[in-house]
Antibody, heavy 117, light 108 residues
Framework: QVQLQETGPGLVKPSETLSLNCTVSGGSVSSHYWSWIRQPPGKGLEWIGYISYSGSTSYNPSLKSRVTISLDTSKNQFSLKLSSVTAVDTAVYYC???????????WGQGTLVTVSS | EIVLTQSPGTLSLSPGERATLSCMASQTIANNYLAWYRQKPGQAPRLLIYGAARRATGIPDRFSGSGSGTDFTLTISGLEPEDFAVYYCQQYGSSPRTFGQGTKLEIK
């Protein structure tokens, strides 16, 4: 059973870079597809992007210019970087995965990131 | 980008009743790659249905999905207390992956 755990700062200043890690247990980042999804408080879900086990990536065009998702096989984790954040980036950020890209069977518990000075 | 519109916004039913949730897409979803999730307050979403009609592992058979093309339905037969939550549809037939705005299923 794959388990995911998001870690990172809960508060980021405007214009800075949001950085989160997702640590994988019960599985290997060398298989499956690994995604980030976010949910502003009280609102719906937004797909941010994914990275495959081979390292290929795909991002939501609405965020593409500011997003980087990467794999660290030595730590069995993957990461999200979102640059030039503003208040609209305040959300619960989830990491998710599945053997097949597109849906998410496994989810982290989510971490709230607030963008504020 | 495919826009998914869910209806109704809120559905009020009693335990034991049958719930029918709708998801309409702005264009045809390739291969009927449509999924449904349930999200309880303070929790991550849980995958219920993928490929429009396939139940995910461990999902009870009171959950069923149907539809094709642009019109999809999630049916929950015999509502249990844990089913009162928010439900999202999501398409993965094209990029970017997109979600509906959600249907809140509340206790009447």
């Amino acid at each position: 059973q794959v388990q995911l755990q998001e870690t990172g700062p809960g508060l980021v200043k405007p214009s800075e870079t949001l950085s989160l890690n997702c640590t994988v247990s019960g599985g290997s980042v060398s298989s499956h597809y690994w995604s980030w999804i976010r949910q502003p408080p009280g609102k719906g879900l937004e797909w941010i992007g994914y990275i495959s086990y081979s390292g290929s990536t795909s991002y939501n065009p609405s965020l593409k210019s500011r997003v980087t998702i990467s794999l660290d096989t030595s730590k069995n984790q993957f990461s999200l970087k979102l640059s030039s954040v503003t208040a609209v980036d305040t959300a619960v950020y989830y990491c998710g995965s599945n053997p097949h890209e597109g849906v998410w069977t496994y989810w982290g518990q989510g971490t709230l990131v607030t963008v504020s000075s | 980008e495919i826009v998914l519109t869910q209806s109704p916004g809120t559905l009020s039913l009693s335990p034991g009743e049958r719930a029918t949730l709708s998801c309409m897409a702005s264009q045809t979803i390739a291969n009927n790659y449509l999924a449904w999730y349930r999200q309880k307050p303070g929790q991550a979403p849980r995958l219920l249905i993928y490929g429009a009609a396939r139940r995910a592992t461990g999902i009870p058979d009171r959950f069923s999905g149907s539809g094709s093309g642009t019109d999809f339905t999630l049916t929950i037969s015999g509502l249990e207390p844990e089913d009162f939550a928010v439900y999202y549809c999501q398409q993965y037939g094209s990029s970017p992956r997109t979600f509906g705005q959600g249907t809140k299923l509340e206790i009447k």
